[in-house]
Every structure is written in C-alpha cells, then in structure tokens.
C-alpha cells in the first residue's frame, strides 16, 4: 500500500533557527497537505499542494511540492515558541481522497528559548 | 459553528467491554472519518463514510465497526476492547468541492483499555 514517509522524526532548535521537514510518498500523489498539531491537541490544515512544483508561502512557512509531485517540503524561516507542536503531511489513500488521508508519522518540533 | 465535536473526551476500559464514541459535525459535510493515533505511528485511517448511510474500510479497520445514521454523525463502536486499541482516536470531515481536501477534526478521545 501507499506509505508516506517524513523525516527527521524530532527537530531541536533553539529559537529563532530555521526548520525544514521532509516528506515522501511511495506513490504519486494528486495533492499533498500539511497538519499541525499542538501537544494535547488536534490535527489543524495548514495548507494543500496540487500542482507539480507548487510553492505556497504562509508568513514564515513555506510549503514545496516535488516536480514529480512524490516529495514535499515544509520551511520554517525564524522559528517561534507558537512554531511547537508535530507536523503532518498527508496524501489521499487512493483515488480522489474521498478514502481518507495517510498520514507521514510527523516531525515533532521541539524549540529551546 | 461547533465545528467537529467527539464523545467522550476520555475513557478507560477493561479487556472485552464494548462502547461507542460519538461524532457529530454542524459543517454539513459529506464526508466523516475515524482515524486512530498512536505515539510514533502517525495518524492510521480506521473506517470512513462518503455519506449518510454508508462505511466503508480504511487501513485497519480490525475491531471496529461504524454506523452512519445521520449525515451530522458518525459512531465508532468497540464490540470487545483490547489493550491494543488503547489510543486517541480523532475523528474527521470535510466537504466534497472537488478540488480541496481540507480535513476538520474533532478534540478526540483518548481511550485506555486495561
């Protein structure tokens, strides 16, 4: 089946360092998206790919989407103590998503002040 | 809008008990899903439902059944609980535009099954 893979699993940073995740898929996708989730808390959306080579900007998040749409990217430029919390990217199971989301095991954030 | 909602936010169990955890959307999506999180494994599609009245199967569905009566609610039900279904469950929705996929999901339901 389709695997979606994300690495590193934690990242330390000290405040105000940038912050890179890393996502691949087994298998083209027709849209990635990126989650969050704050500790104790839920997955938010944040953002979703569909075009082959994609970049979208968020203030100081940017997202990537691979050429061969199989591999993204999410950029944390200065990161915040707001910036903590896990980040998900998620491709649709098979199909046109309407079978649900797998979910890459996340990159934890970690931020030291 | 209360958005997505799930009940119970916790619950502890013993081995071969049964319960139901409730989900109900007021985003009038078509589209509802029960994922399940466990430390290290990302989020792991359970069982989903494209609308009223229909389930169908996600990645591990074993030990699980659905019901989708209303188009607002989705049940995820444990017939006999086993500690390996000690996890978060979070439940999901989004609309079918076509073009975004956007999940919303709910609190959810931290279950411990001794």
């Known amino acids: 089946g389709q695997q979606v893979m994300q690495i590193p699993q934690y990242q330390h940073v000290q405040e105000g360092e940038d912050f890179t995740t890393y996502c691949n898929s087994s298998t083209t996708l027709s849209n990635i998206q990126w989650y969050k989730q704050r500790p104790g808390g839920h997955p938010v959306f944040l953002i979703q790919?569909?075009?082959?080579?994609e970049v979208k900007k968020q203030k100081r998040l940017t997202f990537q989407f691979g050429e061969a749409k199989k591999n993204s990217s999410l950029h944390i430029t200065a990161t915040q103590t707001t910036d903590v919390g896990t980040y998900f990217c998620?491709?649709?199971?098979?199909?046109?998503?309407?079978?649900?989301?797998?979910f890459g095991k996340g990159t934890h954030l970690i931020i030291q002040p | 809008n209360a958005g997505v909602t799930q009940t119970p936010k916790f619950r502890v169990l013993k081995t071969g008990q049964s319960m139901t955890l409730l989900c109900a959307q007021d985003?009038?999506?078509?589209?509802m899903y029960w994922y399940r999180q466990d430390p290290g494994m990302g989020l792991r599609l359970i069982h989903y439902s494209v609308g009223e009245g229909t389930t169908a199967k996600g990645e591990v569905p074993d030990g699980y059944n659905v019901s989708r009566l209303k188009k607002q609610n989705f049940l995820l039900g444990l017939e006999s609980a086993a500690p390996s279904q000690t996890s978060v469950y979070f439940c999901?929705?989004?609309?079918?535009?076509?073009?975004?996929?956007?999940?919303?999901f709910g609190p959810g339901t931290r279950l411990t099954v001794t």
């Open positions: 985003m009038n999506h078509e589209y």
């Open positions: 999901a929705s989004r609309r079918d535009t076509g073009v975004t996929y956007e999940q919303y």
């Open positions: 790919l569909v075009k082959s080579g």
């Open positions: 998620a491709g649709p199971s098979s199909g046109g998503g309407a079978d649900g989301l797998t």
